[in-house]
């Protein structure tokens, strides 16, 4: 693997294997916190008022919620200004924005993605001075090339794998699968009971990743650690490995046999909230965000996660996705964007907004509170005896829109699994040429 992929890799991935179950201590706490609380009680001179640019579909976040905001400005006299972005072009919009100078003074994005999609070291400020950095327990949640550049009060990061009904499966005397042939097994339990194995809302098709995303990390990983540096510097193509091919028609199988809905195309990820609730599906591939989402409306649901059982035992996959903010280096309210950070990072702030969502703290002075059940789970079952694997998408320095449209393909009979792979390569090989990647 290549030094920049590497470091890439090895920041976002650590923050999957070193989850703290808590935060502890409170040395540096009092240099720190006075620093960061010269923040508040600073109304002077005239308001100013910053942007800060976020997807529609990221409006629930807690870095916007408006009591946040009217606090900050009440003890700062600075304002923030949202810019919601709709969430199909929410790459394009920040692209465009920071192309043309209309720069927002913060952009609540995600650390992958920032690193491809958005040129992060040309674009972004450096963060590794701010007040609040000595006080991490976990820099490279927040780091790339050895900088870091984003801020959250979290080290979560979304889990991978098979959202399972855990009632259903003690219902029907069902554990969890170690391999595909034993999760085949599962489905037609599951299906014979008369309730919808697998849901697949393969009409949202970045939804069709999930399993092929975790699959091909887990087999790299154990097999040929190298294949994503290969891939990406044009010594191999995704059809040389017969694996992958292997992966994809395991899913397509699923599909085939009758143990999923019957309008996968047609039917969206904002339905599986319900299909959960009314109990009509059982598992579905997913991250460990719908296992929330469903929390949400019936905290006396009994979800949990397992991996992908695409071999025999394999590793959860650890989600490249995150809600960091970002600080562009053309920002116009430079200081007051770092405020803001200051503001959250205030051990008050922050351990209220670790209390609310349920987050494990990444500061040393700032305790994470009682894990959900299936958090503590993760913790214990993957995180802890480290079976967990960043999925392929972090390896991934291209869009990869196309390779979605691509799996959908093969559950519309267009394509099958050789011919997904091969149209990937080549439209995988005109993005890298268009990047002016080496190899291509």
């Known amino acids: ?34 620093s960061a609380t010269d923040t508040g009680n600073n109304i002077s001179g005239s308001k100013v008022t910053i942007e800060l640019a976020i997807s529609k579909s990221s409006q629930d976040s807690a870095f916007v919620a408006q009591d946040l905001l009217d606090e900050f400005e009440q003890k700062t006299n600075i304002k923030v200004n949202l810019q919601l972005i709709p969430a199909e072009q929410t790459a394009t919009v920040l692209q465009t924005k920071l192309a043309v100078n209309e720069t927002p003074d913060i952009i609540q994005y995600n650390l992958a993605s920032a690193t491809t999609d958005l ?35 979290s080290q979560d990061t979304g889990m991978q794998g ?18 595909f042939e034993e999760f085949l097994a599962v489905c037609e339990k599951i299906k014979a009971s008369g309730i919808t194995p697998v849901f697949m809302p393969f009409k949202d098709a970045w939804a069709a990743n999930i399993w092929p995303a975790a699959a091909f990390a887990d087999y ?7 294949i994503f540096d290969d891939i990406n510097t044009g010594r191999k193509k995704w059809s040389d490995i017969p694996e992958f ?12 046999k009758g143990y999923t809905n019957t309008d996968i195309l047609s039917d969206s990820y904002d339905m599986a909230v319900g299909k959960f609730l009314e109990k009509e599906v059982a598992m579905m591939f997913m991250g460990d965000w719908l296992i929330e989402n469903v929390s949400e ?5 009994h979800l949990g996660l397992f991996a992908i059982p695409s071999s025999e035992d394999a590793s959860l996959g650890g989600s490249p996705l995150g809600g960091q903010l970002f600080i562009p280096k053309k920002a116009k309210h430079m200081d007051e964007a770092k405020k803001f950070l200051d503001f959250i990072a205030i051990k008050e702030v922050a351990q209220k907004m670790v209390d609310d969502q349920g987050y494990v703290s990444n500061f040393s002075d700032v305790t994470t509170p009682e894990l959900p059940e299936y958090k503590q789970e993760i913790l214990d079952q993957y995180i802890t005896p480290k079976k ?12 990869r829109s196309e390779l979605y ?14 011919g997904v792979l091969n149209a990937w390569d080549e439209k995988f090989s005109q993005l890298m040429k268009d990047k002016g990647v080496e190899g291509f």
């Open 388 to 399: 967990t694997i960043l999925t392929t998408d972090a390896y991934m320095i291209v869009d």
């Open 297 to 301: 409306k019936d905290p006396n649901m």
């Open 162 to 179: 098979v959202v399972y009904n855990k009632d259903i499966f003690k219902d029907l005397g069902l554990t969890i699968p170690n391999n």
């Open 405 to 418: 449209r691509l799996l959908q393909d093969e559950f519309t009979g267009g394509l099958d699994p050789q």
């Open 1 to 34: 693997m290549n030094d920049k992929m590497k470091k890439i890799a090895t920041g976002i991935l650590a923050s999957v294997m070193t989850v703290s179950l808590a935060a502890c201590g409170s040395g540096n706490t009092n240099s720190e916190n006075a």
């Open 245 to 256: 091919e292997t992966f994809l028609q395991q899913q397509y199988d699923v599909y085939e």
């Open 220 to 226: 790299a990983a154990k097999h040929e650690p190298t």
């Open 119 to 153: 040129n992060l070291e040309r674009n972004f400020e450096i963060l590794d001075n701010e007040p609040w950095v000595s006080r991490l327990l976990n820099k490279d949640v927040l780091s790339a090339y050895g900088h870091v550049y984003s801020f959250h009060v």
